[in-house]
């Protein structure tokens, strides 16, 4: 089969690679359709660690092929998503049914191989913990290769209590800043305040249901936040990886709001100042979310398909002899999701 392969930071070729088979308990994917994250870029960029030799891909959707010896799960022709995390199911994180903390989790596309390939062996612990999720009929697989980075954004929204008639500001428009906008909306979010400084994306959010757009080199985005809410946003998700967004942060939110720290940062970023009394005074909360849980994933797949723009985010379309150029696309901020797809899969 042909593989993207990730060998060092900067350097990912595409090769052959011998198919895999599905083992007990295990099954295989003819993959669909994979995306790539904010995350890969971060991997390719050497700030973050994966298995040299791994195929990366961890947003990833196809079509279950073959099944291996005892599997009940999922049965072949199934159109399925992965929550690609390999859990342990005995840490005190699993037993509560957050496998996203995992103490021993490891992830497809870091620590095994991902969804850039045409067949991707499904191990065991992923059928077993019911990480293949089947996926509505009416939801393509180009579109449900986004469910893992929506579950994630579903998760952060969750965690910052977004439902009817929750004020959010959003620092960035990035895919994921905007992911957080058209969830957010889709739960009744509002108003919803969206600061980013690329024209264009300011212009595709405005366009996609933002209340208010700014732009943080010429406008005061605090008082436009005051002026839009009252007393300061309740929840406020910063989607970039940008430390001296934190402090801007804790000055947008009203006390006893939330900021979460959505986005990852470099490693090694440098610490960051703010000042603790806008916590202490404001009873607000920082936090931070990585990932989702299993029923999130869930319920995001079901969610997905009636979400107004959400296919929009795929802009770049990549066959796999093209997948570096997809790692190009991000790195030089052209387009939104890049899509590795394999087309004729999800033929029905
Ligand atoms: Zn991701
Ligand atoms: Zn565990």
């Known amino acids: ?9 900067g350097q990912v070729t595409v090769e052959d690679r011998p198919s895999p088979f599905a083992g007990p308990g295990e099954v295989r994917l003819r993959v669909a359709a994979a995306s790539l994250c904010a995350s890969d870029v971060r991997v390719y960029r050497g700030e973050k660690h994966a298995e040299p030799g791994v195929i990366p891909g961890h947003e990833v959707s196809g079509v279950v092929d073959q099944v291996g010896e005892g599997v009940t799960e999922v049965a072949e022709g199934d159109r399925v998503i992965l929550c690609p995390i390999v859990a342990c199911n005995r840490c005190r994180f699993c037993l509560l049914g957050r496998r ?19 067949y991707l062996r499904v191990p065991a612990e992923i059928v077993s913990t019911g990480h293949v999720i089947r996926v509505p009929d009416a939801l393509p697989l180009d579109l449900a290769a986004i469910t893992e980075p929506a579950a994630c ?7 910052c209590e977004v439902g009817a008639g929750t004020s959010m500001a959003i620092l960035g428009a990035g895919p994921m800043g905007l992911m957080h906008l058209l969830l957010g909306r889709a739960l009744g979010a509002g108003p919803i305040i969206v600061s980013e400084p690329v024209a264009e994306r300011r ?22 936040v ?4 009252g007393d300061g946003a309740d929840a ?22 939330v900021v979460n720290l959505f986005a990852g940062f470099p490693k090694g970023a440098p610490p960051v100042p703010f000042d603790p009394n806008l916590v202490h005074y404001g009873e607000v909360v920082l936090t931070g979310s990585q990932n989702a849980t299993t029923d999130q994933y869930r319920r995001t797949a079901q969610l997905l398909g009636h979400v107004p723009h959400m296919d929009e985010l795929l802009t770049n379309r ?23 797809e394999f087309p004729g899969v999800d033929e029905r």
């Open 100 to 118: 996203n903390r995992c103490t021993e989790r490891r992830t497809l596309g870091y620590d095994l191989d991902g969804g850039f390939a045409e």
């Open 153 to 159: 954004t579903l998760a952060s929204l969750e965690l």
């Open 226 to 229: 005051r002026d839009a809410t």
């Open 236 to 257: 406020v998700i910063v989607s970039v990886g940008l430390g001296s967004l934190v402090a801007p942060a804790l000055d947008l939110v009203r006390p006893q709001g």
């Open 1 to 9: 089969m042909r593989a993207t392969i990730f060998h060092a930071p």
């Open 318 to 340: 990549y066959l796999i002899e093209d997948a570096p150029e997809a790692y190009s696309a991000r790195l030089a901020l052209s387009g939104l999701k890049s899509l590795v």
């Open 203 to 224: 212009a595709l959010a405005s366009r996609w249901g933002a209340d208010l757009v700014l732009d943080p080199a010429v406008d005061d985005v605090r008082a436009a």
